[in-house]
């Protein structure tokens, strides 16, 4: 009778985690594969059955048990933010703030928090792709000795609504259509600019998610901001306005549309894997943390309302002081129990630190414990490692699906006598270290008549909007006109585009001209404004084409090599490429890598085919006469060249290459050079100027 295994016991199968296979019949060794209730696994090839060719048994308990877990493998993903990744890392405090607030973690400089944060684009499922244009998010547990404290944020510092009643429909028009199931990830539908053509709060946010700020080069070149504004209270209960930012060490990075969209096809996980193999590599991700911080006073006296989320405070008016780091060292071990069972919650708040009124963060206090429940299954998710705090939590909370703690004592009530008569009696409130909800949020009195309203400022929708617009390089500009002409020319509804560039019309007369001419549109009727938009002075800090570092640290620098690539050359480029900090992926027509012209062979890291120029930030070619006549006739290569031009990255170049750069027509510019010629520095920066050759933008 046949009873082996397809495999080899004594080898494994395969499982990395159970290559010791002890002598049959021993229970000695602790490598045993078990059921989930500790019997060792005699053989985990075949089911239990009634003869060699007979059916299954339904006493297989072996069976039953493996395959009932699979079947519940999967929990509901998140509503939003379902597609994410995860790192562990710390925060480190660079100067004492107790001054400003009395949370344990900003008291002492050096001193270091373990953190989980978890990136995330809004509108996919779990399993979309990375490059979407969308908004990401950055949420960042710290697990503090005085409780978690989640600071739950976007890479974007404003929202598209005012108030957390509106999300639902939000998220709603943006996901996939109701009855088709489609779009995946994208806001490029109907529903989506239906809704917001009619949401003029929406303006502001759409300006960013236009912009650049949607198709980030990585979550590592990705700012991060707290949105709303939070209050710290010091341990004399004095408080100061916040809002929170990170700020990336690589600095902002952002790719082109059409590399955006080429990278869905090329790599669906372009940032998780960039994430991980970073990290794996010991080139840590690294943000500091700043704050702006100001009073009542500067609160009273500005035209916006700093309680709407839909408003920033610029950054020129209230610098950003940098306070600490946070650096992602360690990847996560197991995805699911981490990264997917992670429940990040903005009323995650520790002493120190509380809320402001903001109507939008006071509807997410309740939103992300309820959505948790529903999605983790059991009120008791906050015991899973990931969730549970690294401080001692004792309370009187008992029992529910799937409690894993043992809790002791008979005492499960408070208050209780138990304590001092041979029982125990449990925890006892603190007064003095407890949790006290800070009085006096506003001015005003937090009392009034119960009225459905918004305060009078929140109805300015477009000055911020403007503000953006004209804090941007004309290269971006040109991006954010363009956007809107791609997504609304993915809009079948006829009466929608009109009424949107009626609104923009409110934020400026040129972006709306653009992109009514780039649809092929009449300029509509300007749609009227609640209240009056007036001109904010231009805010640098929003710009990312003024912002970026160059630098190509962090950077991956693709090398094109075949048979007959000079070793010296590609040696001396290599090593120039790494002391800068960057990462050299060579490409060559084979996996097996290439016959250099001294005879030795490097392996290639990817297939030409298969590694397009869209993975890289900059391109460099070194290969023979010969192979460059092969390659003259490969779409691949060709496309490859041509890509890279197309996305403004620079090209480097041996002379005998020159022939593949003009098959794919490249026209010489400041970042196209031959390899010699300081290809490292060339390489630090994206050529925007080159753009208006290589496409026609709105
Ligand atoms: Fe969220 N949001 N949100 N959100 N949000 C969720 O919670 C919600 C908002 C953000 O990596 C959900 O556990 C409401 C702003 C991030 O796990 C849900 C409103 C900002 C993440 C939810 C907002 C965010 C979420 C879905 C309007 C930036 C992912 C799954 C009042 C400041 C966290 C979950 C992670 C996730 C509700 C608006 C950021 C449904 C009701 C503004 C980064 O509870």
Same mark, same amino acid.
């Given at each position: 009778?046949?009873?082996?295994?397809?495999?080899?016991?004594?080898?494994?199968?395969?499982?990395?985690?159970?290559?010791?296979?002890?002598?049959?019949?021993?229970?000695?060794?602790?490598?045993?594969?078990?059921?989930?209730?500790?019997?060792?696994?005699?053989?985990?090839?075949?089911?239990?059955?009634?003869?060699?060719? +007979?059916?299954?048994?339904?006493?297989?308990?072996?069976?039953?048990?493996?395959?009932?877990?699979?079947?519940?493998?999967?929990?509901?993903?998140?509503?939003?933010?379902?597609?994410?990744?995860?790192?562990?890392?710390?925060?480190?405090?660079?100067?004492?703030?107790?001054?400003?607030?009395?949370?344990?973690?900003?008291?002492?400089?050096?001193?270091?928090?373990?953190?989980?944060?978890?990136?995330?684009?809004?509108?996919?499922?779990?399993?979309?792709?990375?490059?979407?244009?969308?908004?990401?998010?950055?949420?960042?547990?710290?697990?503090?000795?005085?409780?978690?404290?989640?600071?739950?944020?976007?890479?974007?510092?404003v929202f598209f609504i005012q108030d957390a009643i509106k999300f639902p429909d939000l998220v709603h028009a943006v996901?996939?259509?109701?009855?088709?199931?489609?779009?995946?990830?994208?806001s490029?539908?109907d529903t989506f600019w239906d809704w917001a053509s009619l949401m003029p709060e929406t303006t502001h946010m759409l300006m960013w998610a236009m912009?650049?700020?949607?198709?980030?080069?990585?979550?590592?070149?990705?700012?991060?901001?707290?949105?709303?504004?939070?209050?710290?209270?010091?341990?004399?209960?004095?408080?100061?306005?916040?809002?929170?930012?990170?700020?990336?060490?690589?600095?902002?990075?952002?790719?082109?549309?059409?590399?955006?969209?080429?990278?869905?096809?090329?790599?669906?996980?372009?940032?998780?894997?960039?994430?991980?193999?970073?990290?794996?590599? +010991?080139?840590?991700?690294?943000?500091?943390?700043?704050?702006?911080?100001?009073?009542?006073?500067?609160?009273?006296?500005?035209?916006?309302?700093?309680?709407d989320a839909t408003?920033?405070?610029?950054?020129?008016?209230?610098?950003?002081?940098?306070?600490?780091?946070?650096?992602?060292?360690?990847?996560?071990?197991?995805?699911?129990?981490?990264?997917?069972?992670?429940?990040?919650?903005?009323?995650?708040?520790?002493?120190?630190?509380?809320?402001?009124?903001?109507p939008l963060?006071?509807?997410?206090?309740?939103?992300?414990?309820?959505?948790?429940?529903?999605?983790?299954?059991?009120?008791?998710?906050?015991?899973?490692?990931?969730?549970?705090?690294?401080?001692?939590?004792?309370?009187?909370?008992?029992?529910?699906?799937?409690?894993?703690?043992?809790?002791?004592?008979?005492?499960?009530?408070?208050?209780?006598?138990?304590?001092?008569?041979?029982?125990?009696? +449990?925890?006892?409130?603190?007064?003095?270290?407890?949790?006290?909800?800070?009085?006096?949020?506003?001015?005003?009195?937090?009392?009034?008549?119960?009225?459905?309203?918004r305060?009078?400022?929140f109805a300015d929708h477009y000055?911020q909007a403007?503000?953006?617009?004209?804090?941007?390089?004309?290269?971006?500009?040109?991006?954010?006109?363009?956007?809107?002409?791609?997504e609304l020319?993915?809009v079948?509804l006829?009466q929608v585009?009109?009424r949107m560039v009626g609104n923009l019309?409110n934020v400026?007369?040129?972006?709306?001209?653009?992109?009514?001419?780039?649809?092929?549109?009449?300029?509509?009727?300007?749609a009227p404004a609640a209240r009056?938009?007036?001109?904010?002075?231009?805010?640098?800090?929003?710009?990312?084409?003024?912002?970026?570092?160059?630098?190509?640290?962090?950077?991956?620098?693709?090398?094109?090599?075949?048979?007959?690539?000079?070793?010296?050359?590609?040696?001396?480029?290599?090593?120039?490429?790494?002391?800068?900090?960057?990462?050299?992926?060579?490409?060559?027509?084979?996996?097996?890598?290439?016959?250099?012209?001294?005879?030795?062979?490097?392996?290639?890291?990817?297939?030409?085919?298969?590694?397009?120029?869209?993975?890289?930030?900059?391109?460099?070619?070194?290969?023979?006469?010969?192979?460059?006549?092969?390659?003259?006739?490969?779409?691949?290569?060709?496309?490859?060249?041509?890509?890279?031009?197309?996305?403004?990255?620079?090209?480097?170049?041996?002379?005998?290459?020159?022939?593949?750069?003009?098959?794919? +027509?490249?026209?010489?510019?400041?970042?196209?050079?031959?390899?010699?010629?300081?290809?490292?520095?060339?390489?630090?920066?994206?050529?925007?100027?080159?753009?208006?050759?290589?496409?026609?933008?709105?």
């Amino acid at each position: 009778m046949a009873t082996d295994n397809t495999f080899d016991t004594d080898r494994g199968t395969g499982g990395e985690t159970h290559q010791h296979v002890p002598e049959k019949g021993t229970h000695t060794g602790t490598n045993h594969l078990t059921t989930n209730q500790g019997f060792h696994v005699s053989d985990n090839q075949n089911s239990l059955r009634s003869g060699e060719r +007979g059916p299954t048994l339904l006493e297989d308990f072996v069976l039953r048990e493996k395959i009932f877990h699979f079947d519940h493998e999967r929990i509901p993903e998140r509503i939003v933010h379902a597609r994410g990744s995860a790192a562990h890392g710390f925060f480190e405090l660079f100067e004492s703030l107790s001054d400003i607030t009395k949370a344990d973690l900003f008291q002492r400089p050096g001193e270091k928090t373990p953190v989980f944060t978890r990136f995330s684009t809004v509108a996919g499922g779990a399993g979309s792709v990375d490059t979407p244009r969308d908004v990401r998010g950055f949420a960042v547990k710290f697990y503090t000795k005085e409780g978690n404290w989640d600071l739950v944020g976007n890479n974007i510092p404003v929202f598209f609504i005012q108030d957390a009643i509106k999300f639902p429909d939000l998220v709603h028009a943006v996901k996939m259509e109701a009855d088709r199931a489609f779009p995946q990830a994208g806001s490029a539908h109907d529903t989506f600019w239906d809704w917001a053509s009619l949401m003029p709060e929406t303006t502001h946010m759409l300006m960013w998610a236009m912009s650049d700020r949607t198709i980030p080069r990585s979550f590592r070149t990705m700012e991060g901001f707290g949105v709303h504004t939070f209050i710290l209270v010091n341990a004399k209960g004095k408080s100061t306005f916040v809002k929170f930012h990170w700020k990336p060490k690589l600095g902002l990075q952002s790719t082109v549309w059409d590399e955006a969209l080429k990278l869905q096809a090329a790599d669906n996980d372009y940032h998780r894997r960039d994430l991980w193999e970073s990290i794996r590599s +010991g080139n840590f991700p690294e943000w500091e943390l700043g704050l702006q911080l100001f009073d009542q006073d500067f609160a009273d006296a500005q035209p916006y309302d700093v309680l709407d989320a839909t408003k920033i405070i610029p950054e020129e008016i209230i610098p950003v002081r940098i306070v600490g780091r946070m650096v992602l060292d360690r990847n996560p071990d197991n995805f699911f129990a981490e990264t997917e069972q992670a429940a990040y919650c903005p009323a995650n708040i520790i002493p120190g630190i509380d809320f402001s009124n903001d109507p939008l963060l006071q509807g997410r206090l309740f939103s992300y414990l309820d959505t948790q429940k529903s999605r983790l299954g059991t009120a008791n998710f906050h015991q899973l490692p990931i969730n549970a705090p690294k401080c001692p939590v004792m309370n009187f909370q008992r029992d529910g699906q799937m409690q894993m703690n043992v809790p002791m004592g008979r005492a499960n009530y408070e208050p209780n006598s138990l304590a001092g008569h041979d029982e125990e009696g +449990g925890p006892r409130e603190c007064p003095v270290s407890g949790f006290s909800t800070f009085q006096g949020r506003s001015q005003q009195q937090e009392q009034g008549d119960k009225l459905r309203v918004r305060a009078e400022l929140f109805a300015d929708h477009y000055s911020q909007a403007r503000l953006f617009w004209r804090s941007q390089q004309p290269s971006e500009q040109a991006h954010i006109a363009s956007s809107f002409v791609f997504e609304l020319s993915k809009v079948g509804l006829a009466q929608v585009p009109p009424r949107m560039v009626g609104n923009l019309r409110n934020v400026d007369e040129d972006l709306a001209k653009r992109v009514a001419a780039g649809l092929g549109l009449a300029l509509p009727q300007k749609a009227p404004a609640a209240r009056a938009p007036f001109d904010m002075e231009p805010s640098p800090a929003l710009s990312i084409h003024t912002n970026m570092k160059a630098t190509i640290e962090g950077r991956t620098i693709g090398i094109l090599v075949a048979d007959g690539t000079d070793a010296s050359a590609l040696a001396k480029l290599t090593k120039a490429i790494q002391t800068a900090g960057a990462r050299v992926f060579l490409v060559a027509p084979k996996i097996g890598g290439a016959k250099l012209a001294d005879g030795t062979i490097v392996k290639a890291d990817g297939q030409l085919m298969g590694s397009p120029s869209q993975l890289f930030d900059a391109i460099a070619i070194l290969l023979s006469q010969g192979a460059t006549r092969t390659l003259i006739n490969e779409g691949a290569a060709v496309q490859w060249v041509m890509d890279a031009f197309g996305h403004l990255k620079a090209i480097g170049y041996g002379p005998e290459a020159k022939q593949l750069l003009d098959k794919a +027509g490249i026209e010489p510019d400041q970042g196209v050079v031959l390899i010699d010629d300081n290809f490292v520095e060339a390489a630090a920066r994206r050529y925007w100027d080159r753009e208006p050759k290589v496409r026609s933008l709105a």
